[in-house]
């Protein structure tokens, strides 16, 4: 039926057809030539080159290595093993073409026909079975762009962006198709396909899911792998374990249709639960030194994060892409023993503990209602910290959470933060109790006001009882040992193995070169496996450990004999008195809480690590402000501040006594002064750091000063010398000294121990204050870290590929040995008295007279 224009005469009818034909046919044209030319433009626009899939440069790998030149480690991205098209397993291709592209070898890329269905079943009729469109030659095509950051532009911008990008990949797969063979472009896109979990292309993810090759594959883990290809992320079998057992059964279901399998091997097949049971992810810091190397991946990005270091074209570095080269100081020998006696002398202070512990409650234990409240909060910590916690709250929970964050703009709930606010109503309530703060308190009004955050209460209450019942269940599993694994078998709930794991003691150990800085050996801990923190730059409280400084700088910038003897006795410090900035009367006992009244030189001081001797020092020197300097020059800088302001090293007489919180690397670099004939000499771990053409790019220096005046140092070197003599002494044929320290409550133990060739320092303590011992003979740091220094050195002596020299000896500048000679107070005869108070003042006289011709 002809169409007329309302009241138009015919010819003026025909003219106005004619018209519009005209202008149709123009816009048509102009249409057809725009669409060419963007084509055309696109063409030419950055497609990516086709160099990257027949001579791909995958990531390099950066290597990490000991003083010796062999590798001590990897830092790389790409777990991945490409695999030939023949070699592929054909339960996966078969399962690939079902599911992602039926008609791959019938089409040139682009599927029309699948398009077209796309199109009317999907957008028209709103079903979903219309399936995708995207042939695996687009989804090749779109593992070679960059895909760029939308978010912040408008939506005709947004949509024009993606126009523009699924153009190229659509010109991109029509030239892969004229390029390469079918089989090529099946391979390249299976063995280019990232699969998350560190695992790249789909050899690695079988190695890492499954724990097989492909080709050796079951059925349905070969649907599970590709199912991810959808999503690998919403599809992660680890994580979304139900989502993934649906898509795989949607997988499978596909391969039914296609006549891959039958309906009987459908149905068995997707009757069976998702077995993720030999999933193993690669870890990169496997082997020898682990502490030290996931240290060093810190220090190497914030290294690489600034613009100091850049490539020639301007670009950062990455240490897992850019194929580095890492020389360290670490020697394996020094590194191997250290381990090795680590584990030796921390089974028997671990036995010793439990035997301690035996019957008692931890959590309890000279507690009141709040501290019992905080270290159980400590032990939940650890309970969400854990993997298993965190698989039954993703599985449970965590879909909920995430559409909770994403919904309500200022919302964060995790699952730490959850267990803490459920309960809660109002938005104020967890306002008041400190749960948020209150710019959050608009954001969580809406959030508990909505029926959400009822749906996410009730969950909960379901959640709680699963967990209840999983974590109280026993079961065998793996838990933290003592052995070659480091690892054995026992029964108990995962509660239990927590709590464990939680009152294992740790340590930290550094041993370094004093007249280089090297550090040649790094521990960290007890077991990488089980506790990544590491302990060698925890803040700790030092104890007696500082007192070498409070008697070096009496010493060594105040005159003070060593022979000059004072009364073991107690000794106050007043607010306003001197320079000091106390607000209350200080008054310290010695560690045992007696006093003697006897008379102590400086070396009977150190030995028996009299607190009242070293108080009496500090009230001669009227200040700590020269302890402070000293402990400034020799690496420990009295400007740090903790998290809440205040000062590390504070102006305050206590800190002669140990009272502040310092790291292992910190007091190892001040003790190398003594060792290193007064001359501090920073700890370094790096020696340079070449590109992949052997280029160095950074090379790491420490810094070295005078602390000390070599005469000073010498005898301070003598009075740790006297500290580990006679009764005291070590069992080593290596000239050694050392100082002992302990802690209030004996929550650290350390040793500080000193060598012509190597300084060790050690500590060892719970991660929890509360981890502790509870007696002076089982919580000092004469039995907890002093055995580790011994057994360590041992084994550098009894191995002679260590190239430890046990016979050098410390440096002793001429005219010191009278100060050697101070002779330690005995009891006996008046007369044996009187003649050592005499000889101490002959020896006293002399040091001030020359100490006077020292400095004038």
């Known amino acids: 039926m002809a169409i007329r224009l309302k009241n138009l005469e015919p010819e003026k009818e025909r003219k106005v057809f004619k018209t519009i034909i005209k202008f149709a046919w123009i816009f048509s044209i102009l249409g057809v030539i725009s669409l060419l030319g963007f084509f055309i433009m696109l063409s030419n626009d950055d497609l990516p080159s086709f160099s990257v899939l027949e001579n791909p440069e995958y990531d390099l790998a950066s290597i990490v290595y000991a003083s010796d030149g062999t590798s001590i480690g ?304 400590s032990l939940m910590r650890r309970v969400y910290d854990s993997k298993r916690f965190e698989n039954l709250y993703d599985a449970m929970l965590g879909e909920s959470i995430e559409e909770i964050n994403q919904k309500f703009v200022g919302v964060n709930i995790t699952r730490y933060k959850l267990p803490l606010i459920v309960n809660y109503s109002t938005a104020q309530e967890l306002l008041d109790n400190f749960y948020i703060g209150s710019r959050d308190l608009e954001n969580y009004d809406k959030l508990l006001k909505n029926i959400a955050w009822k749906n996410i209460q009730t969950l909960y209450i379901d959640f709680n009882k699963a967990y209840e019942e999983e974590f109280n269940k026993v079961i065998k599993m793996k838990v933290f040992a003592y052995n070659d694994e480091g690892e054995e078998e026992k029964e108990m709930s995962p509660l239990d193995s927590v709590e464990y794991h939680l009152r294992i003691l740790q340590t930290g150990m550094l041993a370094v070169e004093p007249g280089t800085g090297y550090i040649k050996a790094w521990v960290g801990g007890t077991g990488f496996k089980y506790f990544k923190y590491d302990h060698t730059s925890t803040r700790r409280q030092v104890g007696s450990t500082v007192k070498p400084f409070v008697y070096s700088a009496a010493i060594a910038f105040q005159g003070i004999s060593p022979c000059q003897t004072y009364d073991d006795i107690q000794y106050t410090i007043a607010p306003g008195d001197a320079n000091f900035d106390l607000i209350d009367v200080w008054t310290p006992n010695n560690a045992n809480e007696k006093f003697t009244g006897n008379k ?15 108080v009496r020092l500090v009230k001669e020197m009227g200040t700590v402000q020269v302890v402070r300097d000293l402990l400034n020059n020799v690496g420990i800088d009295i400007t740090n501040r903790h998290p809440n302001g205040e000062l590390v090293v504070p102006n305050l007489p206590s800190i002669s006594l140990g009272a502040i919180d310092l790291t292992v690397k910190e007091m190892t670099g001040a003790y190398s002064t003594f060792a290193n004939n007064g001359v501090y000499t920073e700890p370094v771990f790096i020696t340079r750091i070449e590109d992949k053409n052997g280029k160095v790019l950074y090379r790491q220096i420490g810094e070295k000063r005078e602390a000390l005046n070599p005469k000073f140092n010498a005898i301070m070197v003598d009075m740790l010398k006297n500290n580990v003599s006679g009764s005291n002494n070590l069992g080593i044929k290596t000239e050694a000294g050392g100082k002992t320290g302990t802690t209030n409550d004996f929550t650290d133990g350390w040793f500080m121990g000193i060598t012509p060739d190597l300084v060790v320092g050690t500590w060892v303590g719970g991660e929890e204050n509360w981890v502790r011992f509870f007696t002076l003979d089982a919580g000092q740091g004469f039995v907890l870290a002093r055995p580790f220094f011994m057994k360590f050195i041992k084994k550098l002596e009894e191995d002679p590929k260590s190239n430890y020299n046990f016979n050098r000896k410390f440096i002793t500048p001429p005219g010191l040995y009278p100060y050697f000679d101070c002779m330690r107070f005995k009891r006996g005869k008046p007369e044996a008295e009187q003649e050592i108070e005499l000889k101490n003042k002959r020896l006293k006289n002399q040091f001030e007279e020359e100490f006077e011709e020292e400095f004038n």
């Open 600 to 614: 102590f030189n400086l070396y009977q001081g150190l030995l028996y690590s009299k607190n009242s001797i070293t």
């Open 74 to 377: 990897k830092y790389y991205i790409e777990n991945r093993e490409n695999v030939p098209y023949d070699s592929i397993s054909p339960l996966i291709t078969s399962a690939l073409f079902a599911t992602e592209d039926a008609r791959f070898r019938k089409h040139s890329g682009i599927d029309f026909k699948a398009l077209g269905r796309v199109f009317f079943k999907s957008i028209l009729l709103g079903q979903d079975s219309g399936g995708g469109g995207s042939t695996i030659t687009q989804q090749l095509s779109k593992l070679l762009f960059d895909r760029p950051n939308l978010n912040n532009k408008g939506r005709l911008a947004r949509a024009y962006s993606l126009l523009k990008i699924k153009l190229k990949e659509w010109i991109t797969a029509v030239k892969i198709e004229k390029s390469y063979t079918k089989e090529e472009i099946l391979a390249m896109y299976l063995n280019k396909f990232e699969f998350i979990n560190g695992a790249h292309g789909i050899e690695a993810a079988s190695q890492t899911y499954f724990s097989k090759d492909q080709k050796d594959l079951l059925q349905e883990e070969a649907a599970v792998l590709v199912g991810m290809l959808k999503n690998p992320s919403l599809f992660n079998p680890i994580r979304f374990p139900a989502k993934a057992e649906q898509r795989r059964n949607v997988v499978l279901q596909q391969m039914y249709r296609y006549n891959h399998i039958t309906k009987t091997q459908r149905d068995s097949l997707q009757s069976l639960p998702l077995d993720m049971s030999h999933f193993v992810r690669e870890d990169h810091i496997e082997g020898l030194a682990p502490y030290f190397r996931a240290e060093l991946t810190k220090w190497l990005r914030n290294l690489f994060a600034g613009n100091d270091h850049l490539k020639p074209d301007g670009t950062k570095y990455n240490i897992y892409t850019d194929g580095l080269k890492i020389y360290t100081t670490i020697d394996p020998i020094y590194q191997k023993h250290a381990e090795d006696a680590m584990k030796e002398h921390m089974k028997i202070v671990q036995n010793r503990y439990w035997a301690r512990w035996k019957g008692m409650n931890p959590y309890i234990f000279q507690a009141d209602k709040r501290q019992e409240a905080l270290r159980r909060a």
